[in-house]
């Protein structure tokens, strides 16, 4: 792997040790800056689209409902001039649509949630989003998903990217001050 690819890496993991400790603001400055470092080093967009994951994560525990279905608008702009070509593009199109109907769902639009799960669940096969598929059967009867539920069902089926399994602190590059965005 090479060095600049091996920091931006770095750089990310620094940001997950923020955000699991609760620090979201300063994991945003260290993805946000990995994510740079990436596009501009040029490298796969494999590492673009891990370190947007976890920016929206990172904002997603924050409560920045409005910032996160600007993106996920934007996404959908994009995959409507763009369909996806093939299985991972159609996964990362449907990850994005379940992540707007669960932000729709913890901002109180029930309806609107409903509607991005079904559309999100309708890209994969069948069984690929199991937190999409059982919240569209509560959202059918019509129960009431209350947060901590939710939040326990986001544990259970992993919807989070950065856990404490999925982190290792010895491989992460903490930014100095001054470097990368504040949030």
Not at 49 to 69: D, F, K, P
Request: hydrophobic share 40%.
């Amino acid at each position: 792997m090479n060095t600049g690819a091996t920091l931006h890496l770095g750089v990310a993991e620094q940001g997950k040790v923020h955000a699991l400790a609760g620090e979201h603001g300063e994991a945003l400055r260290h993805y946000r800056e990995a994510l740079r470092m990436a596009i501009q080093a040029g490298d796969a967009d494999v590492f673009s689209r891990h370190y947007t994951q976890c920016v929206l994560e990172s904002l997603e525990h924050m409560g920045s409902w409005a910032e996160i279905l600007a993106f996920c608008e934007r996404a959908e702009s994009w995959y409507a001039e763009h369909p996806p070509e093939h299985e991972l593009a159609c996964a990362d199109y449907a990850a994005v649509l379940q992540r707007k109907g669960v932000v729709l769902l913890k901002a109180g639009r029930a309806d609107e949630a409903l509607a991005a799960l079904q559309a999100a669940v309708a890209r994969v096969p069948r069984g690929q989003l199991p937190l999409a598929d059982g919240l569209i059967g509560w959202l059918r009867r019509r129960y009431l998903v209350q947060p901590k539920r939710l939040a326990h069902e986001q544990d259970r089926h992993r919807y989070f990217v950065v856990r404490a399994d999925n982190v290792d602190p010895s491989r992460a590059i903490p930014l100095p001050e001054g470097i990368g965005p504040r949030p």
